[in-house]
C-alpha cells in the first residue's frame, strides 16, 4: 500500500510538471498569436515526438522527455549586417551565431517577412517573453491559495498539547527530570493539556508564534495568562517566567539547526492544527516564499561543493540542497505516504507543484540567455537605445542582434546543464527525504 501511495504521489507530481511546462508556453503562444507572430511548433517536453497534431499553421505536440517545452517562432533573430541568414565564417563563435539566426528561419515561408518576431515592437517581445513565466506565476498563486485557503495549513496553535514538569535546556529529554531540575512555570502555574492561551499581558494571542515571542521577551517576569480550558471556562494564570537556553529562530520564524539562545521560558508544548489562512496571511505567506526563492537562487552557485560531497564523498546531503525534477518528484511520493488525512496530502502536493511554479517563474527572469529574461532583457536595451538616438536626433540603430550573444547563451546553457546533471546525481545516490 505504501509504495502504491508513492507512485501515486509521484504521477500527481509528474501530471503537475506536464501542466505546468503546457501552462508555461500556452503564455507565450497566446500573446505571439495576438501579435501576429507566426508560430510553426508548440512542444511540451523534448527529445522524440509521442504525438503531436497540426491545427492550423501550428503543430501541438507531446515529446519523451517531460523536462521542459518550447514554441518555435519565426524570425526570433534579425538577419546580420549584410542582410544575410546562412552560416558565412569558419570561426566558431561566428557559426554559432549564424547557425543560430539561420535556425529562426528555417521554416520561413512567403508572407512571413511581417510575421517575424524581432520585427515586434520591443515592448510586444517583453510580453510574448514574459507571458511564459508569468503564467507560471499566476497557477503558482492559484495553487498556494487554495491550499492555504481552501484546505488549510496546518501549524501550531496557542493550545498546549502537553506542559513538562522541569527546566531543561534545549535538546535534553522531557520524559524524566534530571536531579534537581526545577519544575516549569506553567506546571507550577496549573496550566494543562487541552487549555488554549486566549492573551498574555493583555495582549490577544491569535497565533502561536506570537505567544511564543512575547513569552522569549519576558525572562524573568510574573506575567498574566487567560486561558480557555477544555470545557470552555476561562481562568487567569500568574506565571512567573524563568531564563532559559531554548531553540534560535531566524526573523522569519524559523529555527536555525543546532544553535540555542537565552530567552525567556514558560515550559509549554504546543498542538497542531489546521488553520485555514485568510488572503492577507496567504499573500504574507507567498511574499515569503518568492523572498526565499531568490535567496536559493542567488545562494545555488554556493551549494555546489555540498553537491559535490553529497554525491562522491559520502556526505549528508543538507536539508536546503538545491532539489531537481527527480528529487521533487520523489518528494511528491513521499508526502502520499504520509500518515496524514486525504486533505492535507493534497494541500502539500499542491504546495509543492506551486513552488515548482514559483521557482520556475524566478528562474526564467534572470536576465541571461537563452532563458525568458535574456530575450527581454535584449528588448529592453533595444527600446532604450532607439529611445535615446531618437532623443539626440541621432540614427536610428535598428534592432538589437540579440543573436550576437548566442556564445554566451551556450556557454550558460554548458552551466546550467552541468549543474542540472550534479543535482539529478544527487537526488539519485542521496535524495533530500522528509522528515
Same mark, same amino acid.
Not at 491569535?206 to 522569549?216: E, G, K, M, P
Not at 545555488?300 to 531537481?324: E, Q, T, Y
Given at each position: 500500500?505504501?509504495?502504491?501511495?508513492?507512485?501515486?504521489?509521484?504521477?500527481?507530481?509528474?501530471?503537475? @510538471?506536464?501542466?505546468?511546462?503546457?501552462?508555461?508556453?500556452?503564455?507565450?503562444?497566446?500573446?505571439?498569436?495576438?501579435?501576429?507572430?507566426?508560430?510553426?511548433?508548440?512542444?511540451?517536453?523534448?527529445?522524440?515526438?509521442?504525438?503531436?497534431?497540426?491545427?492550423?499553421?501550428?503543430?501541438?505536440?507531446?515529446?519523451?522527455?517531460? @523536462?521542459?517545452?518550447?514554441?518555435?517562432?519565426?524570425?526570433?533573430?534579425?538577419?546580420?549586417?549584410?542582410?544575410?541568414?546562412? *552560416?558565412?565564417?569558419?570561426?566558431?563563435?561566428?557559426?554559432?551565431?549564424?547557425?543560430?539566426?539561420?535556425?529562426?528561419?528555417?521554416?520561413?515561408?512567403?508572407? #512571413?517577412?511581417?510575421?517575424?518576431?524581432?520585427?515586434?515592437?520591443?515592448?510586444?517581445?517583453?510580453?510574448?517573453?514574459?507571458?511564459?513565466?508569468?503564467?507560471?506565476?499566476?497557477?503558482?498563486?492559484?495553487?498556494?491559495? /487554495?491550499?492555504?485557503?481552501?484546505?488549510?495549513?496546518?501549524?501550531?496553535?496557542?493550545?498546549?498539547?502537553?506542559?513538562?514538569?522541569? &527546566?531543561?535546556?534545549?535538546?535534553?529529554?522531557?520524559?524524566?527530570?534530571?536531579?534537581?531540575?526545577? =519544575?516549569?512555570?506553567?506546571?507550577?502555574?496549573?496550566?494543562?493539556?487541552?487549555?488554549?492561551? @486566549?492573551?498574555?499581558?493583555?495582549?490577544? %494571542?491569535?497565533?502561536?508564534?506570537?505567544?511564543?515571542?512575547?513569552?522569549?521577551?519576558?525572562?524573568?517576569?510574573?506575567?498574566?495568562?487567560?486561558?480557555?480550558?477544555?470545557?470552555?471556562?476561562?481562568?487567569?494564570?500568574?506565571?512567573?517566567?524563568?531564563?532559559?537556553?531554548? =531553540?534560535?529562530?531566524?526573523? #522569519?520564524?524559523?529555527?536555525?539547526? #543546532?544553535?540555542? &539562545? /537565552?530567552?525567556?521560558?514558560?515550559?509549554?508544548?504546543?498542538?497542531?492544527?489546521?488553520?485555514?489562512?485568510?488572503?492577507?496571511?496567504?499573500?504574507?505567506?507567498?511574499?515569503?516564499?518568492?523572498?526565499?526563492?531568490?535567496?536559493? %537562487?542567488?545562494?545555488?552557485?554556493?551549494?555546489?561543493?555540498? @553537491?559535490?560531497? $553529497?554525491?562522491?564523498?559520502?556526505?549528508?546531503?543538507?536539508?536546503?540542497?538545491?532539489?531537481?525534477?527527480?528529487?521533487?518528484?520523489?518528494?511528491?511520493?513521499?508526502?502520499?505516504?504520509?500518515?496524514? =488525512?486525504?486533505?492535507?496530502?493534497?494541500?502539500?502536493?499542491?504546495?509543492?507543484?506551486?513552488?515548482?511554479?514559483?521557482?520556475?517563474?524566478?528562474?526564467?527572469?534572470?536576465?541571461?540567455?537563452?532563458?525568458?529574461?535574456?530575450?527581454? $532583457?535584449?528588448?529592453?536595451?533595444?527600446?532604450?537605445?532607439?529611445?535615446?538616438?531618437?532623443?539626440?536626433?541621432?540614427?536610428?540603430?535598428?534592432?538589437?542582434?540579440? *543573436?550576437?550573444?548566442?556564445?554566451?547563451?551556450?556557454?550558460?546553457?554548458?552551466?546550467?546543464?552541468?549543474?542540472?546533471?550534479?543535482?539529478?546525481?544527487?537526488?539519485? &545516490?542521496?535524495?533530500?527525504?522528509?522528515?
Amino acid at each position: 500500500m505504501t509504495a502504491l501511495m508513492f507512485l501515486l504521489g509521484v504521477l500527481v507530481f509528474v501530471l503537475g @510538471l506536464l501542466v505546468s511546462i503546457a501552462w508555461h508556453e500556452l503564455g507565450h503562444l497566446s500573446w505571439a498569436k495576438a501579435f501576429g507572430i507566426r508560430v510553426p511548433q508548440y512542444m511540451v517536453g523534448f527529445g522524440p515526438t509521442v504525438w503531436s497534431r497540426r491545427k492550423g499553421e501550428t503543430e501541438y505536440g507531446v515529446k519523451a522527455i517531460p @523536462l521542459g517545452g518550447y514554441i518555435r517562432m519565426i524570425g526570433m533573430f534579425p538577419p546580420g549586417e549584410d542582410g544575410r541568414i546562412t *552560416a558565412r565564417s569558419t570561426s566558431p563563435w561566428r557559426s554559432m551565431i549564424e547557425d543560430a539566426r539561420e535556425a529562426s528561419y528555417e521554416e520561413l515561408q512567403p508572407g #512571413d517577412e511581417t510575421r517575424l518576431f524581432y520585427t515586434r515592437a520591443p515592448w510586444k517581445r517583453v510580453i510574448v517573453m514574459f507571458a511564459g513565466p508569468f503564467m507560471n506565476l499566476v497557477l503558482a498563486v492559484g495553487l498556494f491559495l /487554495t491550499a492555504f485557503m481552501g484546505f488549510g495549513v496546518k501549524q501550531t496553535v496557542p493550545t498546549i498539547a502537553s506542559v513538562p514538569a522541569c &527546566v531543561v535546556k534545549a535538546g535534553q529529554s522531557t520524559t524524566a527530570c534530571p536531579k534537581g531540575a526545577p =519544575p516549569t512555570p506553567a506546571a507550577k502555574a496549573g496550566l494543562r493539556p487541552g487549555d488554549t492561551v @486566549l492573551s498574555f499581558d493583555g495582549r490577544p %494571542i491569535t497565533t502561536y508564534d506570537q505567544l511564543q515571542a512575547d513569552i522569549r521577551s519576558a525572562p524573568d517576569k510574573q506575567v498574566t495568562l487567560v486561558v480557555r480550558g477544555k470545557d470552555g471556562t476561562q481562568r487567569t494564570l500568574r506565571p512567573t517566567l524563568v531564563r532559559n537556553q531554548v =531553540p534560535a529562530r531566524n526573523a #522569519d520564524g524559523t529555527y536555525v539547526p #543546532d544553535r540555542t &539562545v /537565552t530567552a525567556g521560558f514558560l515550559g509549554i508544548d504546543p498542538a497542531e492544527a489546521v488553520v485555514h489562512l485568510g488572503l492577507g496571511e496567504s499573500a504574507h505567506r507567498m511574499g515569503d516564499m518568492a523572498q526565499s526563492g531568490l535567496h536559493s %537562487i542567488v545562494a545555488l552557485p554556493s551549494k555546489i561543493p555540498g @553537491l559535490w560531497n $553529497a554525491v562522491f564523498n559520502g556526505a549528508p546531503r543538507a536539508a536546503d540542497s538545491p532539489v531537481g525534477v527527480v528529487g521533487a518528484a520523489r518528494v511528491g511520493g513521499e508526502i502520499f505516504t504520509l500518515h496524514l =488525512p486525504a486533505s492535507q496530502l493534497v494541500a502539500f502536493s499542491l504546495q509543492l507543484i506551486a513552488f515548482f511554479n514559483l521557482s520556475l517563474f524566478l528562474f526564467n527572469m534572470l536576465p541571461l540567455l537563452p532563458l525568458d529574461g535574456g530575450h527581454i $532583457a535584449g528588448a529592453l536595451w533595444e527600446s532604450l537605445r532607439r529611445n535615446l538616438a531618437r532623443v539626440l536626433r541621432r540614427p536610428d540603430p535598428g534592432p538589437f542582434d540579440v *543573436a550576437r550573444l548566442m556564445p554566451l547563451a551556450y556557454v550558460v546553457a554548458g552551466v546550467f546543464v552541468c549543474f542540472t546533471v550534479l543535482v539529478l546525481l544527487a537526488d539519485v &545516490v542521496n535524495p533530500v527525504k522528509l522528515s
